[in-house]
């Protein structure tokens, strides 16, 4: 279960026994998930563990949460277990672990290009952005939200007019709701347009868990710009492609390209 694995073995501590979907993880592929014979205890979890950005809280009824690694999609499903034959008991349950465990933060997180050392690794990309309007004024419009983001200011009033209001937990169970009826392609597209709340934004913005920098940029022409970009291995990049979607992007392909 990756780095839920401690949440699944404070829960059994618990006494809250869960069970592993075998085919899912070896037969289909599919991220690997657990299911709690009861809803998960948010509150001594959230009490026991630092949750990062990397994990979120799923609402899947009233009071009802899942815990999603949102990195691998591997997810601890609260509630009665699936009759479904595939599923297989823990027969032990470890000792849990130590409270405050940092647990879903880019930094030190193993999964994510750490290198010898341990410091997260980057790499750098280059692409070509289409807007709908001018590359000028978009590159304007990215400058100005990265500035305040990074100096804790008030965001740009246009930007945060398109930011997504603060969802209570029947807001996000009808929102991830929406999200589970998409096909895969549809799923892979709608990261580009899925609006952010200010707190989310800040929260993945945070120093030391951005999953990317902005290097720079140059105007290819009235409609497109050539960006450089340092990208986090292996860690999701849902900001950056909001940040470019409020500035018009309607497409990106290689740099210097106009496929």
């Known amino acids: 279960m990756g780095i839920l694995q401690p949440v699944l073995d404070a829960e059994a501590a618990r006494g809250n026994s869960a069970s592993v979907d075998v085919e899912r993880r070896l037969v289909r592929g599919d991220p690997p998930q657990a299911q709690l014979a009861r809803p998960i205890d948010r509150a001594a979890v959230s009490a026991q563990f630092d949750l990062g950005p990397l994990v979120a809280w799923w609402p899947r009824a009233r009071g009802v949460f899942d815990l999603v690694d949102i990195v691998t999609g591997t997810t601890i499903r609260s509630g009665e277990p699936s009759p479904v034959s595939w599923w297989r008991r823990r027969s032990s349950a470890p000792a849990a672990s130590g409270p405050g465990e940092r647990l879903g933060w880019l930094a030190g997180d193993p999964r994510i290009g750490p290198s010898a050392t341990g410091v997260v690794t980057t790499y750098e990309r280059r692409a070509r952005v ?9 590159l304007a419009g990215i400058a100005e ?18 930011l997504a209001p603060e969802r209570d937990d029947e807001d996000w169970k009808a929102y991830f709701r929406e999200r589970d009826r ?40 009235d409609h497109a710009f050539d960006v ?22 309607l497409r990106c392909g290689p740099a210097g390209s106009d496929a």
């Not at 939200?145 to 990074?150: G, L, M, R, S």
């Not at 945070?206 to 140059?218: D, L, S, Y």
Request: no cysteine; net charge negative; proline share 3%.
């Open 130 to 138: 289409h807007v709908s309007g001018s590359a000028t004024e978009a």
């Open 145 to 162: 939200v990265i500035a305040a983001t990074d100096a804790g200011m008030e965001l740009p009033d246009w930007f945060a007019a398109r």
């Open 182 to 221: 998409l096909e895969q392609a549809e799923w892979k597209v709608s990261g580009w347009s899925t609006r952010w709340t200010e707190r989310g934004w800040r929260r993945a913005m945070a120093p030391g868990e951005r999953t990317w920098q902005w290097v720079g940029a140059e105007v290819a022409h």
């Open 228 to 249: 450089t970009v340092e990208v986090v291995d292996g860690a999701p990049i849902g900001s950056l492609k909001w940040l470019l979607h409020t500035v018009g992007a």
